[in-house]
């Protein structure tokens, strides 16, 4: 039989329990982190696409890319601890300019939200307007803009 010191002493001895990304084969937080990314980069892609009427499709997948890397390396710089005193004056733009783009990519798809089931359930059941307005509409785009922008990282560094 163990004493109430001996249980103690073996309870604070044993190794600490590792929350979050399990430790052997697949890391889920550096997959969702490099799905969001990919987010980021098809609403940037549709921002440009609707900006680029009549450009070769090339043109603009290369665009997307380029402003996309630009960005995330601009972005990687809050995230990272060593740069971050230095790097606040290119990162909180890059974070800015994403949400936009982000949210400017995703603006034709949240103004037709209304017509979704989760919408509809919500309208039906709460007495509301069956259409989605521009203020609402805007203000969802925004949102899931700056997290598609500041997924990526955060997720990369839950990882860690």
Known sequence: MT???????????????????????????RIGAALAQAGSLLTTYAFFRAVMVGSELPLVIAISAC??????????????ARQRQNG????????????????????????NIAASPPAIMLAEALALR?????????????VAGYLLAVAPHTLWKAGE
């Open 67 to 80: 402003v996309e890397f630009v960005l995330f390396l601009g972005k990687k710089l809050l995230f990272s």
């Open 130 to 142: 069956d259409t989605i307005g521009a203020i609402p509409a805007l203000i969802i785009s925004l």
């Open 3 to 29: 004493t109430p010191d001996e249980a103690r002493q073996a309870y604070t001895t044993r190794p600490p329990v590792r929350m979050g990304a399990p430790s052997a084969g697949v890391n889920i937080y």
């Open 88 to 111: 606040k004056q290119i990162a909180i733009p890059s974070i800015a300019l994403d949400t936009l783009l982000n949210a400017g990519g995703l603006w034709p798809y949240v103004k």
